[in-house]
């Protein structure tokens, strides 16, 4: 079955740089979440989007940014990088809304380590 | 403040034996619960679900989970562990009219020992 995907799967920057993620969602899938993940730590929630427009925002930093496509695709941009912003980033997707309870579907992480 | 607690940084369990993965949450609503297993270097895996109905939710894996209302706990259970079943287990919840975002627990992590 289709997963999640997410690339790149693993991305190195310095402080002060750009970085682009990107996620594409299992097919007909229509929400796509981004949740930050710091060594250690449990995942915390930044933004969502359904149906291209942003649904749900978390602890997003102002340098970030996101979007999502017309093709559902979802890309996380991040500006200034800092060294805090090392961690591990997922996307999730769920599947179009027959209620508020369905689980979301997990791709594999993009790791980013800012040096 | 809506959160979500797992009390155990780590469970140790011997192989064929129960194992119990504490969950609890905080009262205020009616939450969907979630249980997801990260293995090293993977994404989160989604195990079960309590949305509403019978409190005991069958899973993948053998899993189940118990939810209880009165004691606001949503405890991970197996019947027989197994050494590949070792891992790091996230309890989340998601609440009603709170928006989508899951609120994850800390995490334990499960060691099987043969």
């Known amino acids: 079955a289709a997963g999640v995907i997410q690339s790149p799967r693993h991305l190195i920057k310095e402080k002060r740089e750009t970085a682009t993620l990107k996620c594409y969602p299992i097919?007909?899938?229509?929400?796509v979440y981004w949740y930050q993940q710091g060594p250690g730590q449990d995942p915390q929630f930044l933004i969502s989007?359904?149906?291209?427009?942003?649904?749900d925002k978390g602890s997003i930093p102002d340098r970030f940014s996101a979007q999502q496509f017309s093709d559902y695709h979802s890309e996380l941009n991040m500006s200034s990088l800092e060294l805090g912003d090392s961690a591990l980033y997922f996307c999730?997707?769920?599947?179009?809304?027959?209620?508020?309870?369905?689980?979301?579907?997990f791709g594999p992480g993009t790791r980013l380590t800012v040096l | 403040a809506q959160s979500v607690a797992q009390p155990e940084d780590q469970v140790n369990v011997a192989e064929g034996n129960p194992l119990t993965v504490k969950c609890t949450y905080s009262?205020?609503?009616?939450?969907?619960l979630f249980w997801y297993v990260q293995y090293p270097n993977r994404g989160l895996q989604f195990l079960l679900k309590?949305?509403?109905?019978?409190?005991l939710v069958k899973g993948s894996y053998g899993f189940e989970a118990e939810f209880n209302k009165s004691q606001t706990s949503f405890h991970l259970k197996k019947p027989s562990a197994l050494v590949s079943d070792s891992a790091l287990y996230f309890c989340?919840?998601?609440?009603?009219?709170?928006?989508?975002?899951?609120?994850f627990g800390g995490g334990t992590r499960l060691m099987v020992k043969p």
């Open positions: 999730a997707s769920s599947p179009p809304r027959t209620g508020q309870y369905n689980e979301q579907f």
């Open positions: 097919p007909r899938h229509d929400t």
């Open positions: 989007f359904y149906e291209k427009m942003q649904s």
């Open positions: 009262v205020s609503g009616n939450p969907y």
């Open positions: 309590y949305i509403t109905g019978d409190n």
């Open positions: 989340a919840v998601r609440w009603r009219n709170a928006g989508n975002m899951l609120t």
